[in-house]
C-alpha cells in the first residue's frame, strides 16, 4: 500500500472566495461540495420533457385523438390481413365429404402449381416431390390424419400448428376449390415412390384404406 494520503485530515480544504456562497454546509469523509446550478441545456431539455408530457397527455388519454395499444393492434392486424389475407374467415359452407377427388388433367396442373408455389410453402417442408422432409411423405401409404379427400383437405385448411404446419402451410387462405385441386393433386402422387422418400412415423400411422 502506498503511504500517500489522498487527503491530509490537518489541512483544511482550500475554497476560493467565489465558491463560498456555493459551498453546502455538509461534509463526508472531508470532501465537501459545492451547489453549482445546472447546465442551461440539461435544464431546458427537462423543461421540454414535462411540457411534452402535458402534451403527451392530453393527445392520447384526455382528448384521445391518438390510438391506444388496442386500437393500434387493430389497425395493424386489419393492415395484415388485407396484406396476407386471413384465415378467420366464416367458415366455407361446402361440404368437403361432398367433394370428389379431380382426376382432370387441368385440376391437376392446378393443384401441382399451388403445391409448387412459394406462397403456401409447401415444399419447403414436405419436399419438391412430396417425399418428405420437415413434414412427412405424403406419396405413401401411410397416413397420420387421413389419406381420403376431405381429410387432406381439412389437415391442409387447418394445419398442425402444434406439430410445425400453419393452416394453409403459411397461413394463406385458399378457396375451396384450390384446397381440392390441390388436395387431389397430393392424392395423385400416391405410389410415385420419389427418390429420397422420408420414413414414417411408424407409431402414429396407419395405412391407407382407399
Ligand atoms: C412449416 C412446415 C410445413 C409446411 C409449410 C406444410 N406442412 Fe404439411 N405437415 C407438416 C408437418 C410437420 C406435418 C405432420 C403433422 C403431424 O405430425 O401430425 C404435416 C402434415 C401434413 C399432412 C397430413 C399428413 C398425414 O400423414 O396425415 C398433409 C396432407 C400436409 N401436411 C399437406 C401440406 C400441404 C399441401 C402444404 C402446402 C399447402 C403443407 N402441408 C405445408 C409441415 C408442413
Known amino acids: 500500500m502506498s503511504d500517500k494520503k489522498i487527503h491530509d485530515d490537518n489541512k483544511p480544504n482550500i475554497i476560493l472566495d467565489d465558491e463560498r456562497d456555493l459551498l453546502m454546509d455538509h461534509e463526508y469523509d472531508g470532501i465537501q461540495e459545492l451547489d453549482n446550478p445546472m447546465p442551461p441545456w440539461w435544464l431546458y431539455g427537462f423543461y421540454f420533457t414535462i411540457a411534452l408530457s402535458v402534451v403527451y397527455l392530453l393527445y392520447y388519454d384526455i382528448l384521445g385523438i391518438g390510438p391506444d395499444q388496442h386500437e393500434e393492434y387493430q389497425r395493424e392486424v386489419a393492415a395484415a390481413a388485407e396484406r396476407y389475407g386471413t384465415t378467420d374467415e366464416p367458415e366455407s359452407i361446402v361440404n368437403f365429404a361432398d367433394l370428389e377427388v379431380l382426376m382432370d388433367a387441368e385440376s391437376l396442373l392446378a393443384g401441382r402449381q399451388i403445391y409448387e408455389s ?39 385448411k387447418d394445419g398442425f400448428p402444434q406439430r410445425g404446419m400453419p393452416a394453409y402451410g403459411s397461413g394463406q387462405r ?5 384446397l381440392q385441386q390441390l388436395s387431389s393433386y397430393i392424392i395423385s402422387l400416391r405410389g410415385t415412390n420419389p427418390a429420397g422418400a422420408k420414413a414414417p412415423d411408424m407409431s402414429r400411422s396407419v395405412e391407407c384404406e382407399i
Not at 406419396?139 to 390424419?145: A, E
Not at 385458399?174 to 384450390?178: C, K, S, T
Open 118 to 156: 412459394p406462397r403456401n410453402l409447401c415444399t419447403t417442408c414436405h419436399g419438391q416431390n412430396a417425399q418428405g422432409l420437415v413434414g412427412p411423405d405424403l406419396t405413401n401409404n401411410l397416413w397420420k390424419h387421413g389419406c381420403d379427400l376431405e381429410s387432406i383437405m381439412i389437415s391442409i
Open 174 to 178: 385458399l378457396d375451396d376449390l384450390q
